[in-house]
């Protein structure tokens, strides 16, 4: 009989054991299980973080792009209105007896990089309704162009034609854009007016 008491003695801590040692693993499982989760958790974290910073340094780069513009729409107002076209064009032949230096189209916007294959290096752009052809660029009332509101009555004389009106125009339209490579790729506003003589 006491051989029979031995083995459920020994049968009984064997149990006991093999309970022990399946929740000891169990234990390390559930540990693993919440290493992971907790990994990911942290991932997911920095991940979130990480495109917030991009996400505002992108709306910051797009603050500083329109108040470029806005300030470029301004300077131009601040120029004798019959010498815009002529000063921020890409024509060189027009540029004679200016009152300002002639400054051409682009414009440098401080903090923001320009696009690859930008021609100029410069994120900024002034444009107006033109044919160009030859050393001076053609400022035309019968373009159709719907972003410029053209066609449209330049001179005001009633008539819209196709001759040049960069001597008459007493209504300019006028395209600001500037276009940045961002860490989200290439990016562009645009402020579009038209101006009119005082």
Not at 23 to 38: D, H, K, P, Q
Not at 119 to 129: E, K, Q, T, V, Y
């Amino acid at each position: 009989m006491g051989n029979r008491s031995e083995k459920r003695s020994v049968g009984v801590a064997n149990t006991r054991s093999a309970v022990h040692a399946a929740r000891a693993g169990t234990g390390l499982v559930e540990v693993m299980i919440a290493a992971i989760v907790v990994g990911v958790a942290l991932l997911s974290a920095v991940v979130a973080m990480i495109d917030s910073m991009s996400l505002t340094q992108v709306n910051r780069d797009a603050a500083v792009a329109r108040q470029a513009a806005r300030l470029e729409l301004e300077s131009l107002q601040g120029v004798p209105f019959d010498e815009i076209f002529a000063a921020f064009n890409d024509a060189v032949g027009d540029d004679g007896g200016l009152t300002i230096p002639a400054s051409g189209s682009g414009f440098a916007v401080a903090g923001l990089r320009p696009q690859n294959g930008d021609a100029d290096g410069l994120c900024g752009r002034i444009s107006f309704p033109v044919a160009v052809g030859g050393p001076n660029d053609v400022l035309r009332e019968d373009l159709d162009d719907a972003r410029f509101g053209m066609p449209r009555d330049l001179d005001l004389d009633g008539a819209v034609d196709d001759a040049n009106h960069a001597d008459d125009y007493v209504l300019l339209p006028v395209r600001v854009q500037v276009e940045w490579r961002s860490a989200t790729g290439n990016k562009s506003v645009t402020l579009e007016t038209v101006l009119s003589a005082r």
